[in-house]
């Protein structure tokens, strides 16, 4: 069973830096494309950024675009996605997942599996 574990989220002030880390082991980031998405409550989960498994090709939602960048780290038995998250806005707050499906183009959390718990992540303006 894959797991993904998400971490680095926190309460943070309007214009300051996060970064989140999805780490996996290379097994299950193996030829898969990685997706970090958020939810507000009552909402539903949006696709904000996404990675391929080369790190080559990258999507951003518009609302993160110039602000934050989505990067894979290859370690010798876990593969670090990280989601840096500057210039944060008070509408980014919410929570953050990270997940995997095996084709390029996919927008919907419900194309994609293998859900990490998420990370909250809480702008103060």
């Known amino acids: 069973q894959a797991q993904l574990v998400e971490s680095g989220g926190g309460l943070v002030q309007a214009g300051d830096s996060l970064r989140l880390s999805c780490v996996a082991s290379?097994?299950?980031?193996?030829?898969?494309?990685v997706g970090w998405f958020r939810q507000t409550p009552g909402k539903e989960r949006n696709l904000v950024a996404s990675?391929?498994?080369?790190?080559?090709?990258?999507?951003?939602a518009d609302s993160v675009k110039g602000r934050f960048t989505i990067s894979r780290d290859n370690a010798k038995d876990t593969v670090t996605i990280a989601l840096q998250m500057n210039s944060l806005e008070p509408e980014d707050t919410a929570t953050y997942y990270c997940?995997?499906?095996?084709?390029?183009?996919?927008?919907?959390?419900?194309?994609?599996?293998?859900w990490g718990r998420g990370t909250q992540v809480t702008v103060s303006s």
């Open positions: 290379r097994r299950t980031f193996h030829d898969v494309i």
């Open positions: 990675i391929d498994s080369t790190g080559t090709a990258t999507y951003y």
């Open positions: 997940a995997i499906n095996p084709n390029w183009g996919l927008s919907r959390a419900s194309e994609y599996g293998y």
